[in-house]
């Protein structure tokens, strides 16, 4: 893919009389892993939204794979959030009464695109599932059911995944895991990869961290450690 996977362009987000996004400019590359940091109400989630369609700027622009999503209608704009990105929540958002693997396949149904065995299988396998495919979500630990998430999110090859607190729900041994699974898929398929997080050890997983404050983004470390992530929280009044 030619430019970045997702462009911000002077966007804004206004709710009432409260600023949640100030003219934030930023691109994030095709293959990078980006963690977006900061106090709470700082912006992160709004940021999030807006750059994968579903929250719309009071200003600014947005395009996801050169695509501008502000001139799309409410049909199409689904289209590209169902086809093109993917995302994986802190609560897992499994459907409990589908097996692992007719979770991992459901957006390519609600898509109407044929499943690719081949490729769903190297995905249940690179998430560690394939003794448990034929199981319920309700059979699986809080670790196994993120990453049954993970696979779901990345089935249909989207330009971008976003994880909002993909581990906030898991301990640490299972978060490892999940960030650890999160990078494999940056380094080996070039997956584009967007998480939002308060934990610095969670970031540290990620290329670039964008620390937000005040619905602007206030600080950029590349190749981030932990350390760092918390020295610049505490600098922006988290911590
Ligand atoms: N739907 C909404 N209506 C009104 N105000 C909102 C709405 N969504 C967010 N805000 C406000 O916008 C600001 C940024 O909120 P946002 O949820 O993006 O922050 P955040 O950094 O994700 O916070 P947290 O870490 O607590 O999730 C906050 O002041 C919040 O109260």
Redesign the pocket.
Known sequence: MNGPAIRLTDVSRE??D?T?LHRVSVDVESGEFVAVM?P???????LMHCAAGLDTPTGGEVTVGGTAIGGLNETRRTELRRERIGFVFQSYNLVSSLTVEDNITLPLRMARRTADRAWVSELVERVGLTERRHHRPGQLSGGQQQRAAIARALVARPAVVFADEPTGALDLRAARDVLKLLRSMVDELGQTVVM?T?DPAAAAHADRALV?AD?RIVETLAKPSAADLAASLIRVGEG
């Open positions: 709710y009432g409260v949640a900061g709470s109400g700082s912006g992160k989630s709004t939002v308060h937000m619905g």
